[in-house]
């Protein structure tokens, strides 16, 4: 994990982490927060909540491919000393007690799914905040019925609303550098139906790349595209579930390997077959399995900043949800409250 996260001398992350409250506003007085405990810059998401004035916050820890349950309760033990937030609490067990004491549920990794059983026990006033955009919303995550059928409050975070969304622009060009390319004089095609593909061709352009946008719907046709050489293929889809780059995918490898083997894919979002990429001798970035409906990197990979605003904005929904219930006791009243704020997007 960047070893900054755990120097209190680093008062940048400090001082960032006291803006971004001031900026949303973030007031969690009297609450109680169910949330993650993560690694990497990810773990000051209970430090946040805590600054921002929550009751208690109560950070579960599970173990995952960045660390395991016991290195994350370190973690966050450790930071919670150094910022002096005693009132976060750090398990490695869920019960339906300690759920039904939550006012806000981050749907954070660690804690996915949010299923029937854990909405079940949830109070019926406490809210659900998505840590993304509704548009990116995974049924695997939570089970959304469960929760209409609780009167358990759903809402996204308008990433584009909280000023968050741009920072995909510095991410893809990171990415590419990385992957060994220049953008400056370089062709990209970029595949992609949702909204990360205008934000990528925005940035590529404006660095003096060129540029071709296709959507994710439909096999692409390589021999078509009319270019001699293919510096990058930029696959960015997170909403689709189906193979952007594979057999039977949106761009069959035995095609790339015949028009475009120089091209290197670029992870950016969604599902590739790495190891048929691999097999061809095409290169690709990261060196990694992604999935489908998830990124090759995120902006953790860009540093503190980022993952801070991210953080903070997902609780602010969740703060206008939860002091909405307390206002009005008809469900449609509260939404159109917590709406009132344009963080809060519906879902």
């Known amino acids: 994990m960047p070893k900054n996260v755990l120097n209190n001398t680093d008062l940048r992350i400090k001082k ?71 009132q976060i609490e750090v398990i490695t067990r869920l019960s339906n007690g300690i759920i039904s004491e939550a006012d806000i549920v981050t749907n954070s990794s660690s804690l996915r799914p949010l299923d029937k059983k854990f909405i079940e026990a949830m109070k019926e006033v406490a809210v659900i905040a998505l840590m993304y955009e509704s548009w990116e919303f995974r049924p695997s995550d939570l089970d959304l019925e469960a929760a209409k059928a609780k009167g358990i409050m759903v809402m996204g975070t308008n990433e584009s609303a909280a000023g968050i969304f741009d920072y995909v622009k510095p991410l893809v060009v990171k990415m ?7 953008v400056w004089g370089n062709n990209f095609l970029i595949i992609s139906s949702d909204n990360f593909g205008p934000k990528l061709k925005e940035v590529l352009i404006s660095l003096g790349a060129k540029t071709k946008l296709f959507g994710s719907k439909a096999p692409f046709d390589l021999a078509k595209l009319g270019w001699t050489r293919v510096d990058g ?34 992870q950016f979002a969604g599902e590739v077959e790495t ?60 939404k159109k409250a917590a709406l009132k704020n344009p963080i809060c997007q519906d879902l």
């Open 176 to 182: 590419i550098f990385e992957a060994g390319l220049e």
């Open 233 to 266: 293929i930029i696959m960015a889809d997170v909403t689709s579930d189906k193979t952007l780059v594979g057999r039977g995918g949106i761009i069959d490898i035995a095609a790339l390997k015949k028009n475009h083997p120089e091209a290197k894919i670029i």
């Open 16 to 86: 960032l982490i006291e803006e971004t409250i001031a900026t949303f506003k973030l007031n969690l007085k009297g609450l109680t927060v169910l949330t993650e405990a993560a690694t990497g810059y990810y773990s000051l998401g209970p430090i946040i909540a805590a600054k921002a004035g929550a009751k208690r916050v109560i950070a579960y820890a599970k173990s995952s491919r960045y660390a395991t349950a016991a290195q994350a309760k370190r973690v966050i033990g450790k930071i919670s000393r150094l910022y002096q937030t005693e």
């Open 275 to 334: 190891e048929q990429l691999s097999a061809a001798n095409i290169d690709y970035y990261p060196k990694h399995y992604v999935g489908a409906r998830h990124m090759g990197q995120t902006m953790a990979d860009l540093g503190p900043k980022a993952v801070i605003e991210y953080l903070a904005a997902g609780l602010k929904v969740g703060e206008e949800m939860r002091r909405a219930r307390d206002n009005y006791d008809d469900f449609q009243r509260v």
